[in-house]
């Protein structure tokens, strides 16, 4: 007989049968399994409604503006939207992971809680729900970060679904990952007895599968953890005594044996399997005596056995695995009978190792003993393979020689400007800090010559935008950029994947506005049934207020308004005059992507009700241009409000009380998770009896151009109302909102009299920017308005400037303060 050679395709089962034997281990089985790197396909991710044609719900896709956005509003309690993952095979499923949309600095929304379906087979659904039963995982709080989540228990499944829960109506978008490894037992169920209970000195012991799946399902035999040598305790942190096992009494079994069957994808070839089993038998708990397997690959199960009789170990108490041999027996299904040897038989993991089955009725090389093969083709594929593998070698040196080359000509370079770059930041920090100090009589002693390197802590740490590059004080932070990320990554261990940098506002050709609040607040579909076409030729123009990002803003008269909308809109009542509204027109030459943002905007406005924001009245869409309507106050803007008349008709309960609806109105926005990115006087409008309702409409007229400092010519930015995380990381959140807040009741109780930081340059308020980022105590704050009590101005509009986002307040919070001081 001709001995036959190896070929690759032998070695290659080789290695295969050697890697499925090792156990799935929770803690290793981490691995992304394709939605942010590509694997996972476009055609196996679906939802139940999208708002665009594509989900694109993958992470790190660039700005951050592709997202899955459910095509209607989430309800509370409602289960109906989801966004579906088909990993095209069975997978153990040990994280998730989430992040929202935030659409380089645009955007804000986010899924703050979620529940995961899943199946193996595409009709079963199951709900996961974790070792306490609890069913909902805490999501995003922002739109940039990644939230990973471990699954405890893991699932095995071949179909995962995402479904957003939310407390109050409000639009989700989401970008999800999975993380884990194939499942390579093949295992779609398990049907096993009910686990027994156990009174132990008193103590009562429940050894019940806990987390199994389904009538027909997988529990604690396939989660990956194994229980310890002492049944009473477990690994996870205050679970009930024997929670790691499922446990059986011998009396409950009068034929003296427990029996399972286990159902598997398709047809395989079993070599083993592997039960975990408890052995102290000082408490009446033993290894099984004996386990006879059966297998079926059609309707019947096979007759002959395969019988194993492990060795029994009465010396040591250690739970341990048992191999059981399955003599490569062919099949779908094993029904497995396993005899006490004890009172008590524990198991709390069973594993197969398998491979595919493969039938072939031809005669092989292995059956014809006069057959010869030929392995010439196997010696030139193994030549191909080392010549192929040494020209890679040969690219990688000379990759890493000239990447070794350019580090040191950029040394080089940095010990030659250094003299240059010292020169430079002293002059500029010795003018910026003898400004500093004539504006600020509590100012300490000057500052240094030259800026100290910066280190930020790990927690905080965000890559700076391509804004706060170009500053010369922060060229030493990015030489140590690389090194603090590295620093992070040691802090925390997983890598902080959403970070943020400048928001890169695209602008129509004739636009120089910046995009703000109600357009890029949320996504959903459906214009609201209440929104109706308003006739335009009872439309009258007045004014023209402005041109903004969709096109120009119009003062007009609405005639029969109130007739038409058929309800209180909290006005005068005159049917002799028409109403006062703003109406916003797109450009008929607009693209495509602006006349979908418009109609974005006229579907959130219309949802919006609140008294104090301006509400969207109608709409005229049947035509071109596009319009929508919405509330205008005939007192005009607070800004213009509190400029136009003598001091002493505004009162510092009035002032306050005006800055209290502002607050009531942010507050509003903050429960539905909406950022507005632009609040100031000249965006809040004023009615009769001081009513303020919050706008958008100040940064589309000219008499407002100075409030906005121009990006490289692209993108406008109200940077003295702006945050410092929102210049420096173009980072929105409602914390950044609360900072434009302080700014804000800063104009109101200074009447508008001036500009926020008049004294300072748009440069000098980025600088001083810089000096919020590094907190060194250099910051330059708004002085108090003689109007302010000292502490309304300690205790609440400092604290809307805090360094650290999470320490400021909530809008809930201020208006409350707010209320308070006006008793």
């Known amino acids: 007989v001709m001995k036959v050679p190896r070929t690759p395709r032998h070695v ?23 939605m942010a790197g590509g694997q996972i396909q476009d055609e196996d991710i679906s939802a139940s409604s999208q708002w665009s044609d594509s989900t694109a719900a993958r992470f790190d896709n660039g700005d951050g503006d592709g997202a899955w956005c459910p095509d209607i509003m989430s309800e509370p309690g ?26 380089d600095g645009m955007g804000n929304e986010f899924a703050q809680r979620y529940r995961i379906k899943y199946s193996r087979d595409g009709s079963n659904w199951v709900g996961w729900h974790d070792r306490r039963g609890g069913q909902v995982i805490e999501g995003n709080s922002n739109a940039y970060d990644v939230v990973l989540k471990d699954l405890e228990p893991p699932i095995i499944a071949r179909f995962v679904r995402f479904m957003p829960v939310t407390d109050h109506s409000m639009i989700v978008c989401m970008r999800v990952e999975l993380y884990g490894c194939e499942w390579l037992d093949g295992l779609m169920s398990y049907n096993i007895p009910d686990g027994h209970q156990m009174i132990h000195r008193g103590l009562d012991v429940y050894f019940n599968d806990s987390v199994y799946d389904g009538a027909i399902g997988l529990g604690q035999l396939t989660d990956g953890t194994w229980g310890l040598d002492d049944f009473l305790h477990s690994h996870i942190y205050s679970m009930w005594p024997g929670y790691d096992y499922v446990g059986w009494n011998n009396k409950s079994f009068p034929k003296g044996y427990v029996e399972m069957i286990f159902e598997f994808d398709h047809v395989r070839n079993f070599t083993s399997m592997k039960v975990h089993c408890n052995n102290m038998f000082s408490r009446g708990v033993s290894m099984f005596r004996q386990a006879s397997c059966f297998f079926r690959s059609g309707s019947e199960w096979e007759a002959d056995p395969v019988t194993f009789r492990p060795t029994s170990d009465r010396a040591s108490q250690i739970a341990r695995f048992v191999t059981v041999p399955l003599g490569d027996r062919t099949a779908s299904a094993i029904k497995c009978r396993f005899h006490f040897a004890d009172l008590w038989m524990l198991f709390s993991e069973v594993a197969f190792q398998s491979g595919s089955a493969v039938y072939n009725t031809s005669l092989t090389p292995r059956d014809d003993p006069t057959h010869k093969v030929d392995d010439s083709n196997t010696r030139i594929l193994i030549g191909c393979l080392v010549a192929i593998i040494a020209i890679l070698m040969t690219i990688i040196v000379i990759i890493l020689w000239r990447q070794v080359w350019q580090k040191m000509l950029e040394k080089a370079s940095r010990r030659m400007l250094d003299d240059e770059l010292t020169a430079r930041l002293a002059v500029q920090t010795q003018a910026f800090a003898s400004h500093h100090s004539s504006l600020s009589s509590d100012a300490g002693s000057t500052s240094n010559s030259t800026y100290e390197r910066i280190f930020p802590l790990c927690a905080d740490y965000q890559e700076p935008s391509r804004l706060i590059r170009k500053l010369p004080e922060f060229t030493q932070f990015t030489e140590h950029l690389g090194r603090i990320k590295a620093q992070c990554h040691q802090c925390y261990g997983a890598p902080h994947y959403a970070e943020a940098d400048i928001i890169s506002l695209q602008e129509t050709s004739d636009s120089n506005t910046y995009s703000i609040a109600a357009v890029h607040m949320n996504l959903f579909a459906g214009t609201d049934s209440s929104m109706r076409e308003f006739p335009r030729d009872k439309l009258t123009f007045k004014e023209k207020l402005g041109e903004g990002q969709f096109g120009e803003v ?9 007739d038409f909308l058929e309800e209180d809109l ?23 992507n602006a006349r979908n943002d418009f109609l974005k905007e006229i579907r959130i406005m219309s949802r919006l009700r609140d008294p104090n924001i301006v509400r969207l009245l109608a709409v ?3 035509t071109d241009p596009l319009c929508m309507i919405t509330e205008y106050m005939e007192n005009g803007d607070l800004n213009q409000f509190l400029c136009s008349f003598c001091p002493l008709l505004f009162s510092y309960s009035k002032l306050i009380g005006m800055a209290a609806q502002i607050a009531s109105g942010m507050r509003y926005l903050s429960f539905l998770n909406f950022v507005h990115r632009d609040l100031a006087t000249r965006n809040c409008l004023v009615g009769k009896n001081y009513t303020i309702k919050i706008a958008d409409f100040g940064m589309s007229r000219n008499l407002y151009r100075g409030d ?18 929102s210049i420096l990381l173009g980072k929105f959140t409602m914390a950044s909102d609360v900072w434009a807040f302080g700014v804000t009741l800063w104009e109101i109780l200074t009447l508008c009299e001036e500009q926020p930081y008049s004294q300072l340059s748009d440069e000098q308020v980025i600088e001083n920017t810089g000096e919020f980022f590094r907190d060194q105590g250099k910051q330059v704050y708004l002085p108090r308005p003689h109007r302010c009590p000292e502490r309304v101005y300690n205790d609440l509009m400092l604290s809307c400037w805090r360094r650290n986002a999470k320490q400021r307040p909530s809008f809930q919070e201020i208006h409350a303060q707010l209320v308070e001081s006006m008793a």
Not at 80 to 93: C, G, N, T
Not at 554 to 562: F, I, N, P, T, V
């Open 12 to 34: 290659f089962l080789i290695l295969l049968a050697s890697s499925v034997r090792a156990q799935v281990n929770p803690e290793m089985c981490r691995y992304p399994l394709g």
């Open 78 to 103: 409602a289960l109906k939207e989801y966004l579906q993952v088909d990993l095209r095979s069975l997978h153990f499923i040990t994280l998730v992971g989430t992040q929202g949309r935030h659409a």
């Open 554 to 562: 119009h003062l007009c008269e609405a005639e029969g308004m109130l």
């Open 570 to 592: 909290s006005v005068e009542r005159n049917d002799e005059l028409p109403l006062l509204v703003a109406v916003k027109t797109l450009r008929e030459d607009a693209n495509k």
């Open 620 to 622: 005229c869409v049947d």
């Open 708 to 725: 906005y400092y121009r990006i490289q010519g692209r993108a406008v930015l109200p940077i003295r109302w702006m945050s410092w995380e």
